[in-house]
């Protein structure tokens, strides 16, 4: 799941007790954002509030990603894990989101859920 480049350097952060290695590295971020806009924005919206522009073909409104955090119905990075595997609760299993998880590799998954944490309201 993470390359040896990540792991050096959250074992040397670790090691040298900075607190970086809690928060999401920089380019983590930008993989993730790069992320999104390949695979979430469309639906999900420019801002994550669940506006994005093919709202209107689908039968359910996609989740707003920016209030994932005040629901407190699990952490983010399970509640994204789960909504790109298909097995988020949902009222009508047709409404499911289509299923990402052939399209993203794991690494991916990580990367868009440390975007989807750091937009939280
Ligand atoms: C084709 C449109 C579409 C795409 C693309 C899409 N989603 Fe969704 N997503 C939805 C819809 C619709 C829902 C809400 C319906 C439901 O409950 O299944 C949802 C719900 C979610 C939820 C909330 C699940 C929960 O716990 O309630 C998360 C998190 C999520 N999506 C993350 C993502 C991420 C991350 C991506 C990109 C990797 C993505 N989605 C791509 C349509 C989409």
Redesign the pocket.
């Known amino acids: 799941m993470f390359t040896k480049a990540t792991t050096t350097t959250l074992l040397f952060a670790a090691l040298i007790g900075s607190s970086a290695a809690a928060a999401a590295e920089a380019g983590d971020l930008d993989k993730g954002r790069a992320?999104?806009a390949q695979?979430?924005l469309?639906?999900?919206g420019e801002n994550a509030d669940g506006k994005g522009h093919?709202i209107d073909f689908?039968k359910?409104?996609?989740?707003d990603?920016t209030v994932?955090q005040q629901q407190k119905?699990g952490c983010v990075a399970e509640?994204?894990l789960?909504?790109?595997l298909g097995r988020?609760t949902?009222t009508a299993p047709e409404?499911?989101?289509?299923l990402?998880k052939d399209n993203?590799t794991p690494e991916d998954v990580y990367f868009?859920s440390e975007f989807?944490k750091s937009v939280q309201k």
């Open positions: 992320v999104y695979r979430c469309h639906c999900h093919l689908l359910v409104v996609p989740a990603l994932l119905k509640r994204v789960k909504a790109v988020h949902t409404h499911k989101m289509p990402l993203l868009v989807v």
